[in-house]
């Protein structure tokens, strides 16, 4: 399907797979190629809500850097994809809008928080999509969808235009079916940009086609992982001797510690980022201005934020508060530093440190719905550690399941070390048979 | 988790609750603070990391300008005169 042929069938595609909260356009004669873009990223012409009916309304007067950037490099924005409510969830089911369906059933997620995303990359011929990862949502995604994802370190995508999560974690990256646009567009969106001071401290990127030549592989991480991921990974590192990687277990105890100060820091951060989310300024303005203002917040927040909002508001007020600041918030902190240290032990002997993405495939929807938030939180053990560290990671498809169901692997590298993650999906889209989802349109 | 102390976290946080929310969050709560204890035995830092990588402040020319006009800003809040309208403080 040509580039003009999916801007024609973009209704009927959607229809079928729910990627899309807005979308359309037409072919111009500045279009080069169409891009997507996750929903808390701020585009001029599409309504941007982060998929929370708090914001429905907004129509932002400027685009997110990441996709000025996109635009600037000739990319038409055809649609902003489907998400977990402010990016609270690892399968796009906490949505107050349409939840995206797997391309390779329709009955599971696509994963989350970048789930639309995903789906575009994975349906969209020779598409490329912008995500944004805070504790793994575009390296979730990209492992159920089969698609390749990369998050790059911490600051080296301006965040400007961003509808923030948690600030000291919200990454944007990429995903698509072709590494190669991993390698042509991370350069497009990365470098300073003085509107996200985050992003004034990068080295430059630069593109140097190195190798990973050897990874290690933390016991931890193959522990609790489902039969067919476990299978699929232990062929996987095989592939990667054959390729002439070196491999070797390694023990990084201090990687359990890793998912509850993610969540300490996520909700924390989150809790006042949300605070921002009152009835006025955006979106959502219908309400009645002569309450007091105690009165006219509560209600709006009360009415308009969903289910998982509200439970991870709560526990980052809590977690804030005076008398808990310093067993969870400071504590957490200093958790993070930890898995820095850990991480930077690997890599003075190795590349990369290579874990599977996520501990089983992507679930049925009625699972899901019976998963308790811990059981949630918990799916998340694998991606966490790099997002919390701030270091750049890649989702490469590694194997399918019995229903064939795509599984994900994730390499980690030091702090703007991209170029290895790069090279190594183009390597390994060499000599992997990555399956494409038929498209049922 | 204490149904008093979620009750009171939610009034600083601007939602209001429900009977059967109180309960179902108390206890969503709760089990995610049991799951929290790890933290406990984690082992200590002597830094702390409020960002993943080092973030020194580097600061810009004061240059005055307006990328994006203010009627633009302006088109979809609720606005009295070219300010935007909240509720009452007093």
């Known amino acids: 399907m040509s580039d003009r042929d999916t801007l024609s069938k973009l209704d009927k595609i959607n229809s079928v797979y729910g990627m899309f909260h807005d979308f359309g356009g037409e072919w111009t004669d500045d279009t080069e190629f169409l891009f997507s873009a996750k929903d808390n990223l701020t585009s001029k012409g599409f309504e941007t809500c982060a998929g929370s009916r708090i914001l429905e309304g ?109 600030n000291s974690l919200d990454k944007i990256g990429l995903l698509s079916m072709d590494p190669a646009k991993l390698s042509e567009y991370l350069p497009v969106i990365s470098g300073k940009d003085p509107k996200d001071p985050t992003s004034c401290v990068q080295p430059e990127l630069r593109i140097e086609h190195r190798r990973i030549s050897s990874v290690a592989v933390p016991r931890e991480s193959v522990e609790g992982i489902s039969d067919s991921v476990k299978k699929a990974f232990t ?141 949630n939180y918990k799916a998340d053990f694998l991606t966490i550690p790099p997002n919390l560290a701030g270091t750049p990671h890649l989702n490469c498809p590694c194997g399918y399941d019995g229903d064939g169901m795509p599984i994900g692997m994730q390499f980690v590298t030091d702090h703007w070390n991209e170029d290895l ?14 399956r494409h989802a038929e498209v049922k349109v | 988790m204490d149904r008093d102390v979620v009750a009171r976290v939610a009034r600083a946080a601007h939602i209001k609750l429900t009977d059967d929310e109180l309960e179902r969050y108390s206890k969503d709560l709760a089990d995610i603070l049991d799951y929290f204890e790890v933290l406990d035995e984690a082992p200590g830092h002597e830094g702390v990391g409020v960002n993943p990588v080092e973030v020194t402040n580097i600061l810009r020319d004061d240059v005055p300008g307006q990328e994006i006009d203010s009627t633009e800003l302006l088109r979809d809040m609720k606005t009295y005169e070219n300010y935007i309208r909240g509720p009452k403080l007093v």
């Open chain 1, 235 to 375: 062929d996987a590192l095989e592939s990667l001797r054959s390729m002439g990687v070196d491999v070797e277990y390694v023990d990084m105890p201090q990687l359990k510690y890793a998912m509850p100060a993610y969540y300490v820091l996520a909700t924390s951060e989150a809790s006042t980022n949300l605070a921002r989310y009152c009835g006025m300024r955006y979106g959502r303005q219908d309400g009645d201005l002569s309450l007091g203002f105690d009165d006219y917040f509560t209600s709006f927040r009360t009415e308009y934020f969903g289910d998982e909002a509200k439970r991870r508001i709560l526990l980052g007020t809590y977690t804030r508060m005076e008398g808990f600041r310093d067993r969870y918030y400071a504590k957490a902190l200093q958790v993070r530093m930890g898995v820095i240290d850990a991480y930077k032990a690997q890599f003075r002997d190795h590349d990369a440190v290579l874990t599977p993405t996520m501990p089983f495939v992507s679930p049925r929807f009625e699972d899901i719905s019976a998963m308790s938030p811990v059981e």
């Open chain 1, 58 to 166: 907004y129509r932002p007067a400027f685009d997110a850097t990441a996709i000025a950037r996109m635009k600037e490099a000739g990319g038409q924005l055809i649609g902003k994809t489907n998400m977990d409510e402010f990016g609270f969830g690892t399968f796009s089911a906490n949505s107050a809008f349409e939840v995206p369906k797997n391309p390779f059933d329709l009955g599971r997620s696509c994963g989350g928080s970048s789930g639309g995303s995903a789906c575009a990359a994975a349906v969209l011929e020779d598409h490329v999509s912008l995500g944004v990862s805070t504790g793994g949502s575009v390296c979730c995604p990209a492992s159920f969808c089969g698609t390749y994802g990369i998050v790059p370190t911490y600051g080296r995508v301006s965040r400007y235009g961003l509808i923030d999560y948690g």
């Open chain 1, 421 to 434: 993650l790069l090279t190594m999906a183009e390597d390994w889209d060499r000599q992997f048979e990555v």
